[in-house]
Each structure stands twice: as C-alpha cells, then as structure tokens.
C-alpha cells in the first residue's frame, strides 16, 4: 500500500549558499568564511575581468589566473574556473585554505589575500568580508547546528571537519530554541569592529559530531 512520509523542507537556498557550505566542509574552512568571499567576490559565469598585473579575475568567485600556474599540472585552466556550478567555489576554497594556514597576519588579513596581499587593498576588503561573515554567522546559526571555532585552531588546521564524502548536515525550519528563520538581507545591526574577537568562524556539524 502507497504512504507518504512528510519531510521538513529546508529553506530555498541559493547555488552559492549551497556551494559555498560544501566547499566549506570540503577543504575544512568555517562556512561563514567561503560566504563572505563567494558574497563579496558576487562574479558571474563567463566573467573575465583584467587586472593592471596582466592577469584576470575569472567566474563566480573571480578566481586569479596568477594561481593557475600552480594547478596547470593538474590541467585546470581558467576556461573551468570560468564556469559555473560548485567547481569554482572548490577552487576558491582550496585557495582560501592555502592562505589561511601559509600566509601571515591574523586570520581576516590572511582570508584578504585572496583578494590582494597590497595592504590598503587588503585593509578594504579585510573589513567588507569581516561584516559578511558576521552576518552570514548569524544565519548559519539560525538554520544548521554550528560550533565556534577558535581563529588559532582555523590557522593552524585543527578544526577537525570530516571528509567531505562523508558530509551530512544536520538542518530544520524550527531550530531547537529558536523561532523559524527568514532570510535576512547581509545587513546586520550589530557594532562593526575591526577586532577579532567579534568574528568568530562558524563550524558545521557534520555525522553528529
């Protein structure tokens, strides 16, 4: 006999949303971290945009052609960086993770260097990624079960994520505590400071753990 069985239904979520929180786990990076950048980088499929160096920023996640050098042994060109889907969102990703565990300064100056290592430039954007992932923090902890991550465990790779082939993430619409949650626009009421312990990176939990 036929039956039914009713599912509660996770809010619409974006390409990039989703994308970013796989690529998150994926590489071992706090999820609010990939979306601020995916948030702030906001590319399109196709986009090639030239910078005075002579390289290009490419797709969804303006991708630097200047790091293809390292994966052209790899055969990864900017023609698929360019495309969209989730495959620019793993690069973007394994490129965040290089600079946060290699690069040098505090945790927000070492994900800025994604955008640029110049220190004015870097300042800038350190500041707009900070407020994103504030915001985006505060969403991920309206709709999944998170944990603070301290931002020396995050430099030194001690956040201990699973596999990604092993990913589930636990989610509802009614949060255990907490009212059913909207999507809120990337605004966020709370005092911006540029001091670290205002930011703090957000873990998924994945297979209970």
Known sequence: MPFSVDIPQLPPMSD???????????????ANIVLAVAGQE???PGQWNKNKNGTYDVGPLQFNTGYLVELNKYGITARDV???GCYSFDLAAWRIRGHILNDKGDLWTRVANYHS???????????LVMKRALVWADWLDARFATQTVAQN????????FKPAAEITIKASLTPRDKPAAKQQ????????SL???GYTPRRLFVNGQ
């Open 16 to 30: 990039q949303v989703m994308c970013s929180i796989i690529a998150a786990v994926k590489y071992e990076i706090p």
């Open 42 to 44: 906001n590319g399109k």
């Open 82 to 84: 360019e495309k969209g």
């Open 185 to 192: 626009p990337l605004t966020s009421s709370k005092p911006i």
């Open 153 to 160: 465990d995050v430099m030194s790779g001690e956040t201990q």
């Open 195 to 197: 001091s670290d312990s």
């Open 117 to 127: 290592r110049t220190p004015s430039f870097n300042a800038i954007y350190r500041k």
